[in-house]
Each structure stands twice: as C-alpha cells, then as structure tokens.
C-alpha cells in the first residue's frame, strides 16, 4: 500500500497537513496512529519539540534546549528514551491496530534512534498506507535512505501549496482505499 512522504522547510506546514488528514481519515471511521511532532515555544521563541501519539494522546518531550543529557541535534538534546517508549511505542501500535500510520518526523533527532529507525523500514514494509514526514535536507535522499518496494509518493510543501497539499493527498488515499 502507497507511502506519502510530505517535505518542507521548517513552518511550511507539514505537521498541519498531516493533522488535516488525520482529522479526516477520523472523521470516515479509519482507525489512525502513530504520532505527531509539536513545537514548544516559551515567548514566541522555539525551546523544543514534544511528541503526540495519535491513538493514545500520550506526550512527551522529544528534545529541548535546556537538556544536559542525549545526544545533541543543532541546540536541542534529544531525549532517546522518550522518543523510543512514547514515539517508537505508537509506531508498533498503529503496525498492528490501525487502518493507517502517521509519522512526523523523520528528522535529524529522530534518527539518533536505532529502534526508530527500525520501526520506519517495518512501517515501509507493511501493507498499510502510511503518511510520513521528512525532514527537507532529508528528502534529496529519500529513495536511497528508505528502500521499500511499495509505491511512493513525495509532496513539497510551501506556503502557497500548504493549503490544498491534505485534500490532494486524502484524494489519492480515497482512490486506493474505495470510498470508505
């Protein structure tokens, strides 16, 4: 089953796409997990990064600037522990329990992770329709990072396509999942 891929510069709007077609696959009765990548700002000023499971809406801080520990991804420290127990934890749930899967981000700290990294070739190898994100310095090697013999799609977001990216996307979903 088909694997969308959204890229764009940091605020193009990934994570806001993503979160549209999730409230719209959930608003026909698919079952959706995974998990999203929030921001933490503290005066208008980006501090950090938290972790949102879709199915269970656990959160935890993915990286923050004032961490002393984790291995560190530009002035953020990535907290692997988190990210394998609330984020890799969501993964394998929605492998087993649901309809489809969301991922956002594949980044730069996510991929500290080796149990990450691993969950993502099981979601590239699973029959189920998975949306993903990617970090845009990651996207020029996308095809030789994630081999997957599933038909993939890679969509560029900016902020004058940001708008129309989830209706195009739950377009091509609904094409190959019937009218649901």
Do not use: C
């Amino acid at each position: 089953m088909i694997k969308i891929f959204l890229t764009g510069p940091p605020g193009s709007g990934k994570t806001t796409a993503v979160m549209k077609i999730y409230e719209t696959l959930k608003l026909y009765g698919y079952k959706v997990g995974g998990f999203i990548t929030l921001e933490e700002r503290v005066g208008g000023r980006r501090v950090g990064f938290k972790i949102l499971t879709l199915d269970t809406q656990e959160i935890g801080t993915l990286a923050h600037v004032d961490f002393k520990e984790g291995p560190k991804v530009g002035k953020y420290r990535v907290n692997v522990d988190t990210l394998e127990k609330i984020g890799v934890a969501a993964i394998e749930r929605a492998l087993n329990n649901s309809d489809f899967i969301i991922v956002d981000e594949i980044g730069p700290m996510e991929l500290v992770s080796k149990k990450f990294r691993e969950a993502i070739e099981k979601v590239l190898k699973s029959d189920k329709p998975a949306i993903l994100t990617i970090h845009y310095k990651l996207s020029t090697t996308l095809s030789k990072d994630y081999k997957t013999d599933k038909e993939t799609i890679l969509y560029m977001i900016t902020h004058k396509n940001r708008e129309g990216i989830p209706l195009v996307i739950w377009r091509e979903l609904r094409r190959r999942i019937g009218s649901g």
